[in-house]
């Protein structure tokens, strides 16, 4: 049976700040969807990471399905006039347009999609991550899909000994999405070289070489940045991957997520933090919003989804959690010098632009030539944009 496996997320407002939705505003989410079971869908999952809502679907209409796609822009919406009512922070923040236009891709929601052939025992994770960039699964999707260091079943099983194919996207591209296509292991450090770059390259999808029909993985891409123009609060992209068998096991995602990488996002998505692995339905971290990712492991048969494994949540993710926390108050202590601030070019915030500018016109040239060129502004930041 051919499923489709819709996961798509939005920020819709949260309670005194960044940190969660209310109790009512995840209700009506939940319910919208649900709705929709036995009908639309077959089978949904409705959980929160941080300030943003995941609403996991599965149904038979393929990827990029108008109808579900709308389904999920009716229950965001629902749940936007509820948070406005309750004068929620940042009530309706990622649904950056008025009208549904087909697809919530370019609307502000992160989505990923996969439509596969169901195996007898499907297996997958559903990955959803709050203040950060896509970007931020770069890292660990390499270490799981390509690096037998951190992957054993690249050697130890034979389906997995071909490797894997990486669709890379090159997500600030001013022409649109580009997209290269790299097989590894053979091209391994050119992977490397696009990946380590997490504000521009992209894993969009990945795929097994054995089965080249079977795809692994798929990642939210869009930035919200380059939809609104102006900071609107993070990305915060969600991730499918299948897993099992022809693909790394369930296990073999975790020491790649254990690392706690620093990734680009958290306070006012200006700086940069090691990636926390936390359970479902956390709230952010008033430890200036490290960014955080929860994964939840499901079985589906026939689309139906069994009960999520929590697999953030069993004893093992403390300690880890307290190496990530021990890395962030580290760089914490530097403040406002880079790395703990990103870099000039992915600054989200306005203000800071224009004071730059501004001090740029101050600056004389040794020989008494006044006037550099423009130090020159990040995507459409203008002005003070705080989400
Ligand atoms: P979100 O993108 O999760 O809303 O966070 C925005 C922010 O600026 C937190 O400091
Ligand atoms: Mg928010
Ligand atoms: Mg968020």
Same mark, same amino acid.
């Given at each position: 049976?051919?499923?489709?496996?819709?996961?798509?997320?939005?920020?819709?407002?949260?309670?005194?700040?960044?940190?969660?939705?209310?109790?009512?505003?995840?209700?009506?989410?939940?319910?919208?969807?649900?709705?929709?079971?036995?009908?639309?869908?077959?089978?949904?999952?409705?959980?929160?990471?941080?300030?943003?809502?995941?609403?996991?679907?599965? =149904?038979?209409?393929?990827?990029?399905?108008?109808?579900? =796609?709308?389904?999920?822009?009716?229950?965001?919406?629902?749940?936007?006039?509820?948070?406005?009512?309750?004068?929620?922070?940042?009530?309706?923040?990622?649904?950056?347009?008025?009208?549904?236009?087909?697809?919530?891709?370019?609307?502000?929601?992160?989505?990923?999609?996969?439509?596969?052939?169901?195996?007898?025992?499907?297996?997958?994770?559903?990955?959803?991550?709050?203040?950060?960039?896509?970007?931020?699964?770069?890292?660990?999707?390499?270490?799981?899909?390509?690096?037998?260091?951190?992957?054993?079943?690249?050697?130890?099983?034979?389906?997995?000994?071909?490797?894997?194919?990486?669709?890379?996207?090159?997500?600030?591209?001013?022409?649109?999405?580009?997209?290269?296509?790299?097989?590894?292991?053979?091209?391994?450090?050119?992977?490397?070289?696009?990946?380590?770059?997490?504000?521009?390259?992209?894993?969009?999808?990945?795929?097994?070489?054995?089965?080249?029909?079977?795809?692994?993985?798929?990642?939210?891409?869009?930035?919200?940045?380059?939809?609104?123009?102006?900071?609107?609060?993070?990305?915060?992209?969600?991730?499918?991957?299948?897993?099992?068998?022809?693909?790394?096991?369930?296990?073999?995602?975790?020491?790649?997520?254990?690392?706690?990488?620093?990734?680009?996002?958290?306070?006012?998505?200006?700086?940069?933090?090691?990636?926390?692995?936390?359970?479902?339905?956390?709230?952010?971290?008033?430890?200036?919003?490290?960014?955080?990712?929860?994964?939840?492991?499901?079985?589906?048969?026939?689309?139906?989804?069994?009960?999520?494994?929590?697999?953030?949540?069993?004893?093992?993710?403390?300690?880890?959690?307290?190496?990530?926390?021990?890395?962030?108050?580290?760089?914490?202590?530097?403040?406002?010098?880079?790395?703990?601030?990103?870099?000039?070019?992915?600054?989200?915030?306005?203000?800071?632009?224009?004071?730059?500018?501004?001090?740029?016109?101050?600056?004389?040239?040794?020989?008494?030539?006044?006037?550099?060129?423009?130090?020159?502004?990040?995507?459409?930041?203008?002005?003070?944009?705080?989400?």
């Amino acid at each position: 049976m051919r499923i489709t496996v819709s996961v798509i997320k939005a920020d819709i407002g949260s309670i005194g700040g960044h940190t969660l939705p209310s109790p009512e505003v995840l209700a009506i989410a939940r319910e919208r969807v649900e709705r929709a079971k036995g009908s639309l869908l077959i089978d949904a999952f409705v959980c929160h990471t941080g300030d943003d809502i995941c609403l996991s679907m599965t =149904h038979t209409h393929g990827v990029d399905d108008s109808r579900v =796609h709308e389904l999920a822009w009716q229950a965001f919406r629902e749940g936007t006039e509820k948070a406005k009512a309750q004068g929620l922070y940042g009530a309706g923040q990622d649904l950056l347009k008025d009208a549904f236009s087909g697809n919530v891709r370019g609307l502000g929601p992160a989505s990923a999609e996969m439509e596969f052939e169901e195996r007898p025992n499907e297996a997958l994770i559903i990955f959803a991550a709050d203040k950060t960039e896509p970007g931020a699964y770069n890292l660990p999707l390499y270490l799981a899909f390509a690096d037998p260091m951190y992957s054993p079943g690249l050697l130890l099983s034979e389906s997995l000994h071909d490797g894997f194919t990486f669709h890379i996207m090159d997500v600030n591209h001013t022409e649109g999405d580009r997209v290269i296509v790299l097989p590894a292991p053979e091209r391994l450090y050119d992977i490397a070289a696009l990946l380590r770059d997490t504000h521009q390259y992209v894993i969009e999808s990945i795929w097994s070489r054995r089965h080249p029909s079977e795809q692994a993985v798929a990642v939210a891409t869009s930035r919200l940045r380059n939809i609104a123009g102006r900071y609107v609060g993070k990305d915060d992209p969600v991730a499918i991957a299948r897993v099992q068998k022809i693909f790394p096991a369930t296990e073999e995602f975790g020491p790649p997520f254990a690392l706690g990488a620093f990734v680009a996002g958290d306070t006012r998505g200006s700086h940069n933090l090691p990636l926390m692995p936390v359970p479902i339905n956390t709230s952010a971290s008033t430890f200036f919003c490290v960014p955080m990712v929860s994964a939840l492991g499901f079985s589906m048969h026939n689309g139906i989804l069994s009960t999520p494994a929590d697999l953030f949540a069993d004893p093992f993710w403390h300690h880890v959690r307290d190496r990530v926390a021990a890395k962030a108050i580290e760089m914490r202590k530097q403040g406002f010098f880079e790395p703990a601030t990103l870099p000039y070019s992915e600054l989200e915030y306005g203000g800071i632009v224009v004071r730059l500018q501004r001090l740029d016109r101050e600056f004389t040239i040794r020989d008494g030539k006044a006037e550099g060129a423009p130090v020159g502004t990040p995507a459409g930041v203008e002005g003070d944009n705080p989400a």
